[in-house]
Structures are given as C-alpha cells and as structure tokens.
C-alpha cells in the first residue's frame, strides 16, 4: 500500500507547474471538452508509466541489489534537483490536434510529452524500488490525474493562485528523502 500512497502523492506533486499540466490547460482552453481531454491523459499515461512500470521490474531482475539500491538512490536525488526546474511546453504539440481530434491529440501528445519526462522516470524508480510496478503504476497514473483533471476544468485560474516554488519544492524533498532512505538502506526487505 505504501508504493500506491507514495507513487500518488510523488506524482501529484511533481506535476503541478509541470509540461504535462501546461499541455492539459492549452488543451482545455483551446477545446473546451474536457471529457476527451480527461481520457486522453488517462490512456496516456496508463501506456507511459505502464511501459515505464514493466522497465522498472526488469530492472529489479536483471541488476544486483547493491547495484540497483546505488542507481535508484542517486536516482531519486537526481529527481529531486531535476523537479526545482520547471517546465515549459512547445506550442507545437498542441497542433497536432487538427488532424486526431481532442481525444487523439491529447493522448499523442501526452504521450510523447511524458517520455523521458521526470514522472516516467520516477515510475521507472520506483517500481524498480517497490517492486510492486502495478501498484506504482496504478499511482503515478492516479497522481497525474490529480494533477491534471483540475487543470482541464479549472485551466490558468489555479495555475495563478497556487505557489509552484513551494510545491516544486515539497516534491523535490519526498523524492531527497527516497533517495537518502534508499542509499541507508531502506528498502532492503524488497530485494536489496
């Protein structure tokens, strides 16, 4: 139950201010549909983090406990430096949506836009850290949905009122305090 609590919250966080959640407005003012837009992002990032879930499980298998619990410690630390610089969005994403419809333009583009992006990473992690991927996926899925339904229905009115610094920085410190706790060797009960 921790990897799903955690991997919700961490995601949640994370993405507030970030490309996706920017995507998510762009896509609301500009379509004002917000039901495709909404199941857009959800295929979106059940397929990203999924993938991204089955990666990290493989991880676990294919590399030494005291190997993965180095790479997944200073990867969290990474992620933490990595969620104090916020995002921006190309305009160009968004054009896509000529051609595929809201529904299409939002799942190509969310899809594409969270590829490499710091969630896919940190779903990578943690999976890799809990060894739960479904459990990890069903989060960091439910931890973007927190972040970006309100964006769609509510747009630039939040994005003005809520302090990203902080925000960021609260992230920043849950995904510090993974990686501290995973170099001290916490997690060692799941494999390492």
């Known amino acids: 139950m921790e990897s799903l609590l955690v991997s919700t919250g961490v995601v949640a966080l994370a993405e507030i201010g970030d490309k996706?959640?920017?995507l998510a407005f762009i896509l609301a003012?500009?379509?004002?549909?917000?039901v495709p837009i909404i199941l857009g992002i959800l295929v979106a990032t059940v397929v990203?983090?999924?993938?991204?879930?089955?990666?990290?499980?493989?991880?676990t298998s294919a590399v030494s406990p005291e190997v993965l619990r180095w790479v997944l410690g200073l990867s969290f630390i990474g992620m933490a430096f990595w969620t104090l610089i916020p995002d921006k969005i190309e305009d160009e994403k968004t054009r896509i949506a000529g051609r595929l419809g809201v529904f299409g333009a939002t799942l190509v583009t969310f899809f594409l836009a969270e590829m490499g992006?710091?969630?896919?990473?940190?779903?990578?992690?943690?999976?890799?850290?809990?060894?739960a991927?479904?459990?990890?996926?069903?989060?960091?899925t439910l931890g973007m949905l927190i972040a970006d339904v309100p964006a769609v229905f509510v747009?630039?009115?939040?994005?003005?009122r809520v302090p990203m610094k902080l925000v960021h920085a609260t992230a920043a410190a849950i995904f510090a305090v993974l990686g501290v706790a995973?170099?001290?060797?916490?997690g060692r009960g799941v494999g390492f």
């Open 20 to 22: 996706t959640q920017l």
């Open 29 to 34: 003012t500009r379509f004002k549909k917000p």
């Open 48 to 59: 990203n983090h999924g993938l991204a879930g089955a990666l990290g499980a493989w991880i």
């Open 117 to 131: 992006d710091k969630t896919q990473i940190a779903t990578i992690a943690m999976a890799a850290h809990y060894a």
């Open 133 to 140: 991927p479904l459990l990890v996926v069903t989060g960091t």
């Open 155 to 160: 747009g630039d009115k939040l994005a003005s």
């Open 182 to 186: 995973t170099l001290l060797g916490a």
